[in-house]
């Protein structure tokens, strides 16, 4: 980037600058390294606050973010982002002052206690600016702008690459940004420049030579829309499976083999760890590949490691489950203690999956302290999910999660040296307001060593965790961010959708449904567009492409986990109403914003996964999945056009964009012309529709040598076990040489199923199972009726107070096909469709919904029409 050569003025206004942010600190990443002073001054500005509630309301107080209505009573005189704000801006001439942050960020509390409860500071930034408040949660567009324009900015004048909350953006009254940052202090410390005298510099400069801070706005604001339009720019890439190892490689590569996690640099190994959830769905994804056998042992290894370190750490909630945001070291000890919807959405998924994958039973125990965490503590009574529990009590990040020893031991008495033993408490503190409970042996090595089972010294140490629970739960509670967000909440239905499925837990999955179902009601308009946020009954801001993808993918693990068809219908009617709000019809690709959305500085497409991944990404997932399902093709062309526009990010960069590298793989799973694993009979071969068994089985061999996908192929599951052989074949058979017009004629379906597997019956019991069902599409409008499925038997899983009704074996499903007389001499092409879930006593495969396809003539009238394959319509009251 070399936007100021020949621009002397430019040089000379970013030094001028320059200074005020020498001393920038990640505001995101540092929760426990406080301002000087700050606990000192925690009563003095609460007291301040308290006045401050009785002296000053501002606009925000009409507002329904928690965040902003935090901000209601500051004495800033407060805008939210709109029309009103910009107004007055141009009409008075004014620098527009832009906070962005969001409820549970602990430095944008900070800020607010220190700086904006501050009066005097106020009274300055009311004279001088237009404030403006913004919910980064509830405007990721502006947040995403800014947070880029910030970045330009740091790059222009040589500071770190870096961003954080509070975002703090200094725009012209066009909204162009010319200077930033993101935490600033009340006073001057340690080189930092305060707020005051960094409010009074940037008024001096745009005092000085507005045009000068005009034409630097307008060169940040040119290179931001710039880098939106490069990351889309399409390169023509074949789109093939070495671009999944390459990313899984990458993500590999930066493994901590040490402590576990990912995105480690040994450059600085103490920097903080995240959960980076994307990038281990890959991972995950890698193992269960049936063509990942060079990576999938080393994806293993650092999955199962970084899984293990994640579960045994400070960052996982040992109480109360679920996650905080991150870890604050390398060893996973202390976190930053937000809990976030959208972390324990997608972690849900992966240690369920990881449980599925390895049978250990910690996965088990976590993946169910997650779901049973947002249940207790971020659920609505309507059935939708709250975004977020704050980090800090009083001023004080941590407080409410920290433990004393000698608190400890009062508490759990002649128990505590075993729980110490267990929970790290016999280490040197690391937090420095007491313990943070992390696992530092296992229950078998510590039942060894106390001579006891581990069942009963997890039995122990339970009842000692939920006595512990109860007394935190008389502290003062953590501020709650109650909106509901629809991007986060679907990615919650698919943790819990997945989770009740894995598990067998429809508590779980019915939990997921009425989220679901409370989103499609309650926050939709009435043409079916879908809001963004919900809070105090009031749904309100348009929804932006992660809304509707994210969705979508909730609704396709909800059709997964229960095979009921409203989901589907759903899903695919989301994505057409996608398509049409946020396609990019000249360069494909999604749009962040609908095509009517306001214009701000730049249109941003995003193909970069970051705490949860892009919409982008999870839409091309969703479309291949759709694609598979319906055999649709508009929805595996979109997905083509989405990989290719992406084509360099891809190739360049695999490991910030995991989602669509995964995306690869999938779509490479169904090829154009092998998707659905379908059987394409040539119109001249007659096997299918006359002739012996035995002759359609030896024009059956002679096909599969020209016609990949002859027989039906059960293979792999989203999130599970991939088994390296056929599960589940099938073969079709019509009970005549020809279709007749204007008749009936029958139809079966011969399923053979593994040794050792089973699928669900129909009507299928428990009725949350995912049913075995028939299904026939045909050009010339043959119905299928009559259908018949033979009866299950009772198949007994411990976890279940039932027995489940399954085919074991073989199955054979029948129907009758009623052809129209008016199709008698045409060519029909008929396509039969089998759904059914494979499982054995310890996993389930993904319900997969696959094709035999044949193309055959009609008879025409009087044309005569024979019997044939009669050994398959012969029943015997089971088949």
Request: charged share 20%; aromatic share 10%.
């Amino acid at each position: 980037m070399d936007l100021h050569k020949n621009m002397k003025w430019w040089i000379v206004l970013l030094l001028t600058i320059l200074f005020f942010v020498s001393n920038w600190k990640p505001a995101n990443l540092s929760a426990s390294e406080k301002p000087a002073g700050e606990d000192s001054k925690t009563k003095a500005t609460e007291s301040a606050k308290t006045k401050n509630k009785a002296m000053f309301t501002n606009r925000l107080s009409k507002e329904t973010s928690p965040y902003l209505l935090l901000h209601q009573h500051n004495p800033v005189d407060w805008y939210p982002w709109g029309p009103e704000a910009f107004e007055k801006a141009k009409q008075e001439n004014k620098i527009i002052f832009l906070s962005v942050g969001y409820s549970s960020c602990y430095w944008c509390h900070v800020m607010e206690r220190l700086v904006f409860e501050n009066p005097e500071i106020a009274k300055y930034m009311n004279e001088n600016f237009v404030n403006i408040k913004v919910d980064r949660e509830e405007r990721p567009d502006i947040d995403d702008i800014y947070m880029t324009s910030l970045s330009v900015y740091f790059h222009l004048i040589g500071a770190p690459d870096n961003g954080g909350w509070p975002l703090s953006m200094f725009l012209t009254p066009d909204r162009e940004p010319f200077a930033g940052g993101t935490y600033f202090p009340p006073t001057d410390q340690g080189g930092q420049m305060s707020f005051p005298r960094v409010l009074a510099k940037v008024n001096e400069l745009w005092s000085g030579d507005k045009a000068k801070v005009e034409q630097s706005a307008t060169i940040i604001a040119k290179e931001v829309a710039r880098l939106q339009k490069e990351e889309g720019a399409g390169e023509a890439i074949p789109i093939e499976d070495r671009l999944v190892k390459a990313g899984v490689r990458s993500i590999n590569a930066s493994f901590d083999p040490e402590y576990g996690g990912i995105d480690f640099s040994e450059v600085s190994p103490n920097g903080p760890k995240f959960p980076t959830s994307s990038k281990l769905v890959l991972l995950q994804y890698d193992i269960e590949s049936p063509v990942a056998e060079s990576t999938s042992a080393e994806s293993a290894k650092v999955l199962y490691q970084t899984l293990d370190a994640m579960a045994n750490g400070g960052i996982y909630d040992h109480l109360g489950g679920g996650f905080h945001r991150y870890s604050t070291d390398r060893y996973w000890h202390v976190p930053h203690f937000e809990k976030m919807l959208y972390d324990n959405g997608q972690l849900a998924s992966l240690y369920a999956n990881a449980y599925a994958q390895t049978g250990n039973a910690q996965y088990k125990q976590v993946a169910e302290g997650i779901i049973d965490f947002v249940l207790r503590e971020l659920t609505d009574p309507q059935g939708g999910f709250y975004s977020a529990l704050d980090a800090e009590t009083d001023g004080v990040e941590g407080e409410h999660y920290a433990w004393s020893q000698e608190e400890l031991k009062k508490i759990l008495g002649d128990g505590y040296p075993l729980f110490a033993e267990f929970y790290g408490l016999n280490e040197p503190v690391r937090f420095e307001h007491g313990y943070v409970l992390h696992r530092v042996t296992t229950l078998k090595a510590l039942a060894e060593k106390q001579k006891m089972t581990p069942a009963a010294l997890e039995s122990q140490l339970a009842t000692m965790r939920e006595k512990l629970h109860a007394v935190r739960n008389q502290r003062k509670s953590l501020l709650k961010d109650d909106k509901i967000l629809t991007s986060w909440n679907g990615l919650m239905i698919t943790g819990m959708a997945n989770t009740g499925r894995i598990l067998k837990r429809p508590d779980y999955t019915a939990a997921a449904e009425k989220a679901a179902q409370f989103i499609l009601d309650q926050m939709r308009d009435d043409q079916g567009h879908l809001y963004r946020s919900y809070r105090a009954g009031q749904a309100r801001l348009n929804a932006y492409l992660d809304d509707y993808a994210f969705l979508v993918q909730g609704l396709l693990a909800l059709y997964e986990a229960t095979g009921k068809q409203q989901w589907l219908d759903q899903a695919q009617a989301l994505t057409d109403l996608q398509i049409k709000l946020f396609w990019d019809q000249k360069e494909h690709g999604f749009f962040f914003t609908t095509h009517d959305h306001e214009q701000l500085i730049a249109r941003t497409k995003n193909a970069y996964d970051a705490a949860i991944p892009s919409g982008n990404s999870i839409s091309t997932r969703n479309l291949i999945q759709l694609s598979q399902l319906t055999g649709d093709p508009k929805y595996r062309q979109h997905a083509d056009q989405t990989l290719q526009l992406f084509g360099r990010v891809i190739k360049r960069y695999p490991d910030r964009c995991a989602q669509l590298v995964q995306a690869v793989g999938e779509f490479l799973e169904t090829p154009a012309d092998q998707k659905q694993s379908t059987l394409m009979i040539p119109a001249t071969e007659t096997s299918f529709a006359q002739g012996s068994l035995q002759q359609f089985e030896a024009n059956s061999e002679q096909l599969a040598s020209v016609t990949p996908g002859l027989e039906l192929l059960a293979l792999a599951g989203l999130g599970q076990v991939t088994p390296k052989k056929n599960l589940v074949t099938a073969k079709a058979y019509l009970s005549v040489d020809k279709l007749p017009a204007g008749k009936t004629c029958q139809v079966a379906i011969v399923l053979k199923i593994d040794e050792g597997w089973h699928i669900n019956a129909n009507p299928a019991k428990p009725d949350f199972m995912v049913p075995t069902t028939f299904t026939v599409k045909s050009t010339q409008q043959v119905k299928l009726s009559q259908i018949k499925y033979p009866a299950g038997h009772a198949f007994t899983v411990e976890g279940f107070d039932e027995p489940l009704q399954v085919y074991e074996k073989q199955a054979i499903i029948r129907g009758t096909l009623t052809i129209p007389a008016a199709a008698g001499g045409k060519a029909e092409q008929l396509e039969l469709n089998v759904k059914y879930q494979a499982c054995n006593d310890k996993t389930c495969i993904r319900p997969t919904t696959v094709s035999l396809k044949g193309n055959f003539q009609i008879a025409r009238p009087g044309e005569p029409v024979n019997q044939v394959n009669q050994k398959w319509f012969q029943t015997d009251g089971n088949n």
